[in-house]
């Protein structure tokens, strides 16, 4: 299968986006400024500071041209992830519910955390298991989850809930310890947690990995969403 | 024309950076300071001023999480 990972200007995790995926299949990198997703399987949205996430974290690099792409494919189904930035980016494309705000702390935080998988049946925690705890890290100043109460009363009905901080992990103040959620078709998903940072034992944790893996495995069976 | 767009965190949001200045200022010797909030001002010269609600919904402001309004335009 073939990832394609977005790279924006101001992105900084693209790169270690790529290895991950090529630890799963093919990866290439798109650039923000093209309307071209290149035939990919499915598209990563990274962290960094895309388009200097003046004005709102995310709120410009939306309107990107490859953005455009990007909603058409997830409109069809297609899989789409965004990490920390790229989850924010999404937030305010509207392909995902709720917004990211500034930490509780009002501090940038940096550090492993350890979240827990509440759903393992969809495309991006297949290769989990419902309650596994993975070990993974955040560096945000910009994570808190907001959403309305009765959308995430919804959320967590629908289960479009993935993630969540440990108890005693949530680093940012997100509502209801959410890390992770997907939109409604289960197709496009965002996290905080940086699972690209978590592929190589070197770093301390390979869980990162189950993430690619998932999507892996998902796109190889090519069962529709 | 020049116009201003006032931009502020919705009512009942966790506003950290309000609840700092508010704990700031006591500690400078001002008493009875509540309900702080930091927002956000956009001066913005346009020619179409019926404009300004769209840019606003569309990118100015996050409608989930800010409200915001037009407080002038001159």
């Known amino acids: 299968m073939k990832f394609g990972v977005i790279r924006f200007p101001g992105s900084c995790d693209e790169v270690d986006a790529q290895l991950a995926c090529q630890r799963a299949g093919e990866a290439v990198i798109l650039w923000h400024g093209d309307h071209d997703l290149q035939g990919v399987d499915a598209v990563v949205v990274p962290g960094g500071f895309s388009y200097g996430d003046y004005l709102r974290v995310g709120a410009i690099a939306r309107f990107a041209p490859v953005m455009e792409e990007v909603a058409e494919f997830a409109r069809e189904g297609g899989i789409v992830l965004g990490i920390c930035n790229g989850f924010q980016v999404l937030c305010e494309a509207r392909l995902l519910p709720g917004a990211l705000l500034p930490n509780t702390s009002l501090r940038f935080v940096f550090r492993q955390v350890k979240v827990e998988v509440v759903n393992a049946e969809t495309p991006f925690t297949r290769a989990c298991t419902d309650g596994q705890r993975l070990s993974i890290p955040v560096k945000h100043t910009t994570g808190r989850f907001y959403a309305p109460e009765h959308d995430l009363d919804r959320l967590e009905s629908d289960g479009q809930v993935l993630l969540r901080y440990a108890p005693g992990h949530n680093p940012n103040g997100s509502l209801r310890d959410i890390a992770g959620v997907c939109n409604e078709g289960r197709n496009v998903f965002g996290l905080m947690p940086h699972p690209e940072h978590a592929v190589d034992p070197l770093t301390g944790s390979t869980d990162g990995g189950k993430i690619f893996e998932s999507i892996r495995a998902h796109v190889a069976d090519g069962v529709p969403v | 024309m020049r116009a201003r767009v006032l931009v502020k965190p919705k009512a009942g949001i966790l506003d950290p950076q309000g609840q700092a200045v508010e704990r700031a200022l006591p500690a400078l010797g001002f008493t009875g300071v509540s309900n702080v909030h930091v927002g ?35």
């Not at chain 2, 913005?44 to 999480?65: F, G, H, K, S, Y």
Request: contains cysteine; glycine residues 0%.
């Open chain 2, 40 to 74: 956000r001002l956009i001066e913005l010269d346009v020619q179409d001023a019926a404009q300004l609600p769209e840019m606003c919904e569309r990118l100015l402001t996050n409608p989930l999480i800010e409200d915001y309004q037009i407080v002038d335009v001159v």
